[in-house]
């Protein structure tokens, strides 16, 4: 059986690219816009793995994985991180706060099946 | 008053002007004519009884010799060397290096005007790309789309299975996303386009600045905003091109001539004149007899037309930061141009006692010290509610000494400019070490 993905991202088109290419290797791919909402959603879907970008409408990707990170059942959930800045200080962001991974917008397809393979352990 | 700035040429010019021998006037004043022609050459310092001497004999008052220019200049040049302490330049020499090189010297403290203008320029720029909105909008909306059409195309190009109905689906995307991409991207060069000039003006000076140097070129009174038929302060920055070069200078611009014409229709410049004729430079009588509050006065003091040869008082104005937000010089009182100022002032005091007028007999230090009589008040910069913690500004009018009224009630304050060109040993004030080791 696959095993889920739960990308949070508010981007459609991106969603769309990423959501066929996890599919097409075999993943079940869960999606969810917003910012506010993602840990209910986390906690609703049970995903083996969470890509989560960092700016999200509402809620800000930091805060979301920090929470992430301070909840019984998520605090070793892997969590990749994607954002739109590549500035050293967002991936030391990332870091502190516990993501798995951190991939920088725009990504290439090859990158992010690797890191969804390496997290999954698959 | 002699062009160049320096004692020792000054003495050489006056007795050049006089058609004295240096010999001559070695031995009137009692000093080798070797050692004067090292006065002359200014590779030695003279003061006391020496320089009242020659003064004597040059017809001259001591302090045409002396003031001015030159502690400014070796200020500068004594900051200049301080910015860059790794080259090592020789402090004790500055003196003789602008004596023997006055042209060199001038290069020198324009170069580090400039370098410091830049610097804050700079400073502001890379704050705008950290920190402005619209840029961090922008680009996160181009790296979107960006994104999106990176891995849309990827999966079409890369092989592997698209059934048709992805296949179209894919292609409707990429045709929408670069669509947008243009859009974003256009909007992305029209903002950087207007950036950059405005960024291009800012570069030559700062908006504070260039108002505070067109406001010196009309020796700080603005007739247009004068009396009956004035000119709106807006009508006035869009007639001026020094004005509204760039979009903030115009603004800050606007904002000071809109105070400006407030406070000229509040306090008419023929009832100011005429009650200083009567009252002297007295502020508070001023104050009191014209029923204006005190910050009034000291801006329209400060704001009166130059009448021939009167030194005018100058004037500070600060907000509870201490930032300085206006200066108007006054000879012999430097204002630094960035950073802070000596917290001696009277105007840093009134800040910690608003409300309360402060008056104080200030002292600069230099060769030939300098005193001011300062007024200082702060009070609420805006308007003031039970809902809100007011915001102070303090305002302090700097009378030079010559000015004061008669036996000014007010105990003798040593102050300086910043600490950094500060001369001043064993002050409790002091922030940071001096980059002069043995005064002026």
Same mark, same amino acid.
């Given at each position: 059986?696959?095993?889920?993905?739960?990308?949070?991202?508010?981007?459609?088109?991106?969603?769309?690219?990423?959501?066929?290419?996890?599919?097409?290797?075999?993943?079940?791919?869960?999606?969810?816009?917003?910012?506010?909402?993602?840990?209910?959603? *986390?906690?609703?879907?049970?995903?083996?793995?969470?890509?989560?970008?960092?700016?999200?409408?509402?809620?800000?990707?930091?805060?979301?994985?920090?929470?992430?990170?301070?909840?019984?059942?998520?605090?070793?959930?892997?969590?990749?991180? #994607?954002?739109?800045? $590549?500035?050293?200080?967002?991936? @030391?962001?990332?870091?502190?706060?516990?993501?798995?991974?951190?991939?920088?917008?725009?990504?290439?397809?090859? @990158?992010?099946?690797?890191?969804? /393979?390496?997290?999954?352990?698959? | 008053?002699?062009?160049?700035?320096? %004692?020792?040429? /000054?003495?050489?010019?006056?007795?050049?002007?006089?058609?004295?021998?240096?010999?001559?006037?070695?031995?009137?004043? $009692?000093?080798?004519?070797?050692?004067?022609?090292?006065?002359?050459?200014?590779?030695?310092?003279?003061?006391?009884?020496?320089? *009242?001497? !020659?003064?004597?004999?040059?017809?001259?008052?001591?302090?045409?010799?002396?003031?001015?220019?030159?502690?400014?200049?070796?200020? &500068?040049?004594?900051?200049?060397?301080?910015?860059?302490?790794?080259?090592?330049?020789?402090?004790?020499?500055?003196?003789? =290096?602008?004596?023997? =090189?006055?042209?060199?010297?001038?290069?020198?403290?324009?170069?580090?005007?400039?370098?410091? %203008?830049?610097?804050?320029?700079?400073?502001?720029?890379?704050?705008?790309?950290?920190?402005?909105?619209?840029?961090?909008?922008?680009?996160?909306?181009?790296?979107?789309?960006?994104?999106?059409?990176?891995?849309?195309?990827?999966?079409?190009?890369?092989?592997?299975?698209?059934?048709?109905?992805?296949?179209?689906?894919?292609?409707?995307?990429?045709?929408?996303?670069?669509?947008? #991409?243009? &859009?974003?991207?256009?909007?992305?060069?029209? +903002?950087?386009?207007?950036?950059? &000039?405005?960024?291009?003006?800012?570069?030559?000076?700062?908006?504070?600045?260039?108002?505070?140097?067109?406001?010196?070129?009309?020796? =700080?009174?603005?007739?247009?905003?004068?009396?009956?038929?004035? !000119?709106?302060?807006?009508?006035? *920055?869009?007639?001026?091109?020094?004005?509204?070069?760039?979009?903030?200078?115009?603004?800050?611009?606007?904002?000071?001539?809109?105070?400006?014409?407030?406070?000229?229709?509040?306090?008419?410049?023929?009832?100011?004149?005429?009650?200083?004729?009567?009252?002297?430079?007295?502020?508070?009588?001023?104050?009191?007899?014209?029923?204006?509050?005190?910050?009034?006065?000291?801006?329209?003091?400060?704001?009166?037309?130059?009448?021939?040869?009167?030194?005018?008082?100058?004037?500070?104005?600060?907000?509870?930061?201490? %930032?300085?937000?206006? /200066?108007?010089?006054?000879?012999?009182?430097?204002?630094?141009? +960035?950073?802070?100022?000596?917290?001696?002032?009277?105007?840093?005091?009134?800040?910690?006692?608003?409300?309360?007028?402060?008056?104080? #007999?200030?002292?600069?230090?230099?060769?030939?010290?300098?005193? =001011?009589?300062?007024?200082?008040?702060?009070?609420?910069? $805006?308007?003031?509610?039970?809902?809100?913690?007011?915001?102070?500004?303090?305002?302090? !009018?700097?009378?030079?000494? @010559?000015?004061?009224?008669?036996?000014?009630?007010?105990?003798?304050?040593?102050?300086?400019?910043?600490?950094?060109?500060?001369? /001043?040993?064993?002050?409790?004030?002091?922030?940071?070490?001096?980059?002069?080791?043995?005064?002026?």
């Amino acid at each position: 059986m696959g095993k889920r993905v739960l990308l949070i991202e508010d981007e459609p088109n991106i969603i769309e690219a990423i959501r066929f290419l996890l599919s097409r290797e075999g993943y079940q791919v869960d999606t969810h816009t917003d910012g506010a909402t993602a840990l209910e959603a *986390v906690a609703a879907r049970r995903p083996d793995m969470v890509i989560l970008d960092v700016m999200l409408p509402n809620k800000s990707g930091y805060d979301i994985l920090r929470e992430l990170r301070a909840g019984e059942t998520t605090a070793r959930l892997p969590v990749l991180m #994607l954002t739109a800045r $590549g500035q050293r200080r967002d991936r @030391e962001m990332a870091e502190r706060f516990g993501a798995s991974r951190f991939m920088t917008k725009p990504f290439s397809n090859s @990158e992010m099946l690797s890191s969804v /393979r390496e997290l999954l352990g698959s | 008053m002699p062009a160049s700035g320096l %004692t020792g040429s /000054r003495i050489r010019e006056r007795r050049t002007a006089l058609g004295l021998r240096q010999s001559a006037l070695a031995r009137a004043v $009692g000093i080798s004519p070797a050692y004067l022609n090292l006065i002359e050459h200014n590779r030695r310092r003279i003061g006391g009884k020496l320089l *009242v001497a !020659l003064a004597r004999e040059l017809q001259v008052e001591p302090s045409a010799l002396t003031e001015g220019a030159e502690a400014a200049l070796l200020a &500068e040049l004594r900051a200049a060397a301080m910015g860059h302490r790794e080259v090592a330049a020789e402090h004790d020499l500055a003196e003789e =290096f602008a004596g023997h =090189f006055p042209g060199w010297a001038a290069l020198v403290t324009a170069q580090q005007r400039r370098i410091e %203008t830049l610097e804050q320029t700079v400073a502001a720029l890379t704050d705008r790309l950290t920190h402005d909105p619209q840029l961090a909008a922008s680009m996160h909306e181009v790296l979107s789309v960006v994104t999106a059409i990176r891995a849309t195309s990827a999966i079409l190009a890369e092989g592997g299975e698209v059934d048709p109905e992805w296949q179209a689906r894919f292609h409707r995307n990429l045709h929408e996303d670069s669509r947008r #991409l243009a &859009e974003s991207a256009q909007a992305l060069v029209e +903002y950087l386009d207007s950036a950059g &000039e405005e960024g291009g003006q800012v570069g030559v000076t700062l908006p504070q600045e260039e108002l505070e140097q067109w406001l010196q070129a009309r020796g =700080f009174h603005v007739p247009e905003l004068e009396g009956e038929g004035a !000119l709106s302060p807006q009508e006035l *920055v869009a007639r001026e091109p020094a004005l509204n070069r760039a979009r903030t200078t115009a603004s800050l611009a606007a904002g000071w001539l809109e105070r400006y014409r407030e406070d000229a229709l509040r306090l008419p410049l023929e009832r100011l004149r005429e009650a200083v004729a009567r009252l002297g430079l007295v502020p508070d009588a001023l104050a009191r007899e014209l029923g204006c509050e005190l910050p009034l006065v000291f801006r329209r003091l400060a704001c009166l037309p130059d009448a021939a040869d009167t030194v005018r008082p100058g004037l500070v104005s600060c907000d509870a930061s201490g %930032t300085l937000t206006f /200066r108007k010089p006054v000879d012999g009182f430097p204002l630094p141009r +960035y950073g802070a100022a000596c917290p001696l002032w009277p105007l840093y005091q009134a800040l910690a006692r608003p409300m309360q007028p402060v008056r104080a #007999l200030v002292e600069q230090p230099g060769r030939t010290p300098r005193r =001011f009589l300062c007024f200082a008040l702060a009070a609420p910069a $805006g308007p003031v509610g039970f809902e809100q913690v007011p915001l102070f500004s303090s305002t302090m !009018l700097i009378l030079p000494e @010559e000015l004061a009224p008669e036996d000014p009630v007010a105990p003798l304050l040593p102050v300086g400019a910043s600490c950094r060109i500060c001369p /001043r040993g064993g002050c409790a004030a002091r922030r940071e070490p001096s980059i002069l080791t043995d005064g002026f």
